[in-house]
């Protein structure tokens, strides 16, 4: 049996959960490849955080202090809040203002200029001395004004103070009522790539917004236990079938202080999405997709009326549509707009003219483009992350605006993460592969190499470490390539038969196994083949990065083709005689709790243990945007929602299952696990339970090292 203690303690070359898990006490030492810290742009200089200093790359000649913790201590006297700071504080680069970075402390933004080491100007957190600080949100393009939220949900702006002794001021744009409406928040559940709820004019005078109105979504009663007497906090959580939030979109005019909104018509419960501004500030465009996920209506609006000016284009799927990245403009134009689209069954680029209805396909190919990532210097080439080479890799591209000469900028294989200068004229690359933990280098637009800047030793030297496979199966009806990760347990020896654990998501948006460090393993399963486990991991049908009709397989029938496809993976097991057929156990997080549940409801003969942590259990209790997406809406998929509720079929439950959950998890509410218990209850059917009580929809940060342990000792104790 494990005990926290002894797994505390490592055994010569072996790791411990402390070691493997990001919040553990030596994760960063023993585990997680060096790193240069805080690396990014100012502007078109490379630099990096080293303790109290940012570092400027300079070509062969090394680094040199750009400005330090002293120099801001000296420039932003007024501000004694860094006077009892240990490192660098935050800071964000500037677009449009190659040498300024915005500086927070506890109670203003400061944007201070990196050449001449000197105060620009400030923006107030905080209304008066003493007072609540704000949350800064955004600046305005012109850094100009900064919006805010206060701590009782008020919208506000306000302006630069471009001396010390200024007074602050707020304009309130929008103050939220209580929980029914909210002004300037994520909306849709963070679906349809939405991740903020505010948006700035190119000309820094106007804020568009979100306003949500969900009064009528039923609030969630979310339970703390952090006070004495535990608290009621309430969730607007909109289940699939029931009612939908409100949204419309505002536009803050600066000038007048006036809100108009835009007059988008139709269903109130369609989703406004994809927000983007034209050039010249006059025009908001968005994409208006339908409840039913099928018809997205990219319309053009006029800012001043509010007016709908024209719809234009529309894109249509018998299954579903989900458009996530907003039109961008082409440089010095007006007129014509990138758009990502998988109209051809692949995420593609597209460039439209708001004057004509007729999109132009500028690459394609059976692979996905993953990120725009901007346009060349001379404005003639496009750049982008796709996975071109293979499925399992990520790389940056450029391509003429016309589609010619398609270029392979990152030509070393595996998942790259790239990051543009604002001149375009060259980028930082940060990469790894099963063979590379990592390496970091700076490269000209046209892919040569400047400088490696890192590449990072091996973090597993000295440590005993499993052979890890990448493979591809067939699908069982013979028409689909399936990769998998199979980690062999330490000191394999193909003559014994040794335990096994599946781990699996299987969902949409997410990708398990991939050309990377580890080949995308987590130090848990690094962890458990050392203990003598098998650890496989397949992305079935549904899963990210396959395309279209790869991901459309599970529409109105979740968890049956995924389940098919990981039954596949688990024959192949079954086939090598090293595996212990009688001792086979799944493991999954939020979609993979729900497929771990599945596949131990329906293959009781197969899977002896499962640990299914923040499991999705009844579609019809999750979220709309997302579960109906892939299943539609219960009066229209009833069989499809009968199939996929668990809680149904907790009377089939045979082996050993954890359900893990967080206790104020406001994504896959808790109710989810307890509906099962609930109904396990009546079976007499016997499932094991642990829930953290102060965690969403995760455990992270030290939390995350019990998690380890308890799911860890689980299989231990009973596989």
Known sequence: MLQSEAMAQSSPGLYTLEDVTAGGRTFLKNFYPQYISRLQWIGDQAVYVEGQEILLVQGKKGSKVLLSLEDVRRIIAHDNSFSEWKVFPSFVSIKGHPNWIAILSPTACHIVDVQSKSWVRSFALTPMVGGDNYTLLELNPTITHALVRSSDGALLITPALKSVTEKPSFELVARNEEDRILYGEA?????????????????????????????????????????????????????????????????????????????????????????????????????????AQTRSDVNQYDVATGKQLKTLFTEQDDKYIEPTYPMVFLPNSNQEFIW?????????????????????????????????????????????????????????????????????????????????????????????????????????????????????????????????????????????????????????????????????????????????????????????????????????????????????????????????????????????????????????????????????????????????????????????????????????????????????????LKGRLLLIHGAVDPVVVWQHAQAFVEQAIKARTYPDCMYYPTHEHNVSGVDRVHLNTTIARYFEDFL
């Open 187 to 291: 909306v849709h559940q963070r679906e349809f790539g939405i991740e903020k709820g505010t948006f700035w004019s190119p000309d820094g005078n106007k804020l568009a917004f979100y306003r949500m109105d969900q009064s009528m979504v039923a609030p969630y009663p979310i339970v703390t236990i952090t006070e004495k007497k535990a608290q009621v906090a309430p969730l607007r959580y909109p289940m699939a079938g029931d009612a939908s939030h409100h949204v419309t979109l505002g536009v803050y005019d600066l000038a007048t202080r006036s809100i108009t909104y835009m007059k988008s018509e139709g269903d109130p419960e369609h989703y406004l999405t994809n927000i983007a501004w034209s050039p010249d500030s006059k025009s908001i465009f968005m994409a208006e997709v339908n409840r």
């Open 340 to 652: 990502l689209s998988r109209t051809d069954g692949f995420n593609h680029i597209y460039i439209g003219n708001i004057t004509q209805g007729k999109l132009r396909q500028v690459t394609s190919g059976a692979w996905e483009v993953t990120a725009f990532k901007g346009f060349s210097k001379d404005e003639k080439k496009i750049f982008f992350e796709a996975t071109k080479a293979s499925p399992l890799e990520m790389r940056l591209y450029s391509v003429g605006i016309d589609g010619s000469k398609l270029t392979d900028l990152t030509p070393d294989k595996g998942v790259h993460n790239t990051q543009l200068n604002a001149s375009a004229t060259s980028f930082i690359d940060i990469y790894s592969s099963t063979t590379v933990p990592r390496n970091i280098q700076l490269r000209t637009a046209s892919g040569k190499l400047i400088k490696t800047l890192l590449s990072a030793p091996d973090p597993t030297k000295g440590y005993r470490m499993p052979e890890i496979e990448l493979g591809t199966l067939t699908s069982t009806d013979g028409t689909t390539e399936l990769h998998y990760r199979l980690i062999k347990p330490l000191d394999f020896d193909p003559n014994k038969k040794y335990p096994v654990v599946v781990y699996v998501y299987g969902g949409p948006h997410a990708q398990l196994v991939t050309n990377s460090w580890m080949a995308g393993a987590r130090g848990w399963d690094i962890y458990m083949a050392q203990k003598g486990y098998v650890i496989f991991t397949l992305d079935n049908r549904g899963s990210a990065n396959r395309g279209r009709d790869f991901e459309q397989a599970i529409h109105r029938r979740v968890g049956t083709i995924e389940m098919e496809d990981q039954m596949r993976g688990v024959d192949f097991l079954l086939e090598q005689a090293w595996v212990d057929r009688e001792r086979i156990g799944v493991y999954g997080w939020s979609f993979g709790g729900f497929m771990t549940t599945n596949l131990m409801l329906t293959h009781s003969d197969i899977f002896k243990v499962g640990v299914a942590g923040g499991p999705v259990m009844d579609w019809s209790r999750y979220e709309i945007m997302y579960g109906e997406r892939y299943n539609d809406a219960p009066n229209e998929n009833p069989e499809g929602y009968k199939a996929n509720n668990l809680t149904l079929r907790a009377k089939d």
